[in-house]
């Protein structure tokens, strides 16, 4: 089975700041990664897939890059909507798997 | 817009059968464009892939569950549903029904917003 581990779990930042989470799959994924956006009590948000494509309606401000096993998620300027629980999941292999998530909190 | 929303029982005993619904409101669950999902995360935990069924009733479960596990659809309905038999503390969680898109990287494009299952006696 692929592992997915994701880091940081938690990080605080500030509205405007630069934000990076990293995924990184236990064996080769290609480009089989998405990117999720999670509020409390809402259904989760797809943002990214195929590790670097832009779901649409999703702001400029978010992009994924990487491939094989190591894959980030950017915020270029982190706006007040933004704070959620960020997880990526690998579509590589039929067992789907997800990272474990990474809080993003207001410094 | 595409909406999912899980329905069925917030409490359920040990040994008993978990049940629940997803409807699907604008889109079809006959369509061939994508895959209809459960997914769970436990409490204080990472969420974890249940299984999938096609329009054509085909189905992929996780091997840890798959004993347990029956997804079926009904087209009529628009809906799917999830059985978990035998049921215990540990599939206590949050539920969730998705759509998957089956071409391309096949992310999840569509989520429900969840729902909150006990197992308690």
């Known amino acids: 089975d692929i592992q997915m581990t994701q880091s940081p779990s938690s990080l605080s930042a500030s509205v405007g700041d630069r934000v990076t989470i990293t995924c990184r799959a236990s064996q080769s994924i290609s480009s089989y990664l998405n990117w999720y956006q999670h509020k409390p009590g809402k259904a989760p948000k797809l943002l990214i897939y195929a590790a670097s494509s832009l779901q649409g309606g999703v702001p400029s401000r978010f992009s994924g890059s990487g491939s094989g096993t190591d894959f980030t998620l950017t915020i270029s300027s982190l706006q007040p909507e933004d704070f959620a629980t960020y997880f990526c999941q690998q579509s590589y292999s039929t067992f789907w798997a997800f990272g474990q998530g990474t809080k993003v909190e207001i410094k | ?121």
Do not use: H, M
Not at chain 2, 72 to 92: G, I, P, W
Not at chain 2, 100 to 109: A, E, M, W
């Open chain 2, 1 to 121: 817009q595409v909406q999912l929303q899980e329905s069925g029982p917030g409490l359920v005993k040990p040994s008993e059968t978990l049940s629940l619904t997803c409807t699907v409101s604008g889109g079809s669950v006959s369509s061939g464009s994508y895959y209809w999902s459960w997914i769970r995360q436990p409490p204080g935990r990472g969420l974890v892939w249940i299984g999938y069924i096609y329009y054509s009733g085909s189905t992929n479960y996780n091997p840890s569950l798959k004993s347990r596990v029956t997804i079926s659809v009904d087209t009529s309905k628009n809906q799917f549903s999830l059985r978990l038999n035998s049921v215990t503390a540990a599939d206590t969680a949050v539920y969730y029904c998705a759509r998957v898109q089956t071409v391309g990287y096949s992310p999840i494009d569509y989520w429900g917003q969840g729902t909150l299952v006990t197992v308690s006696s």
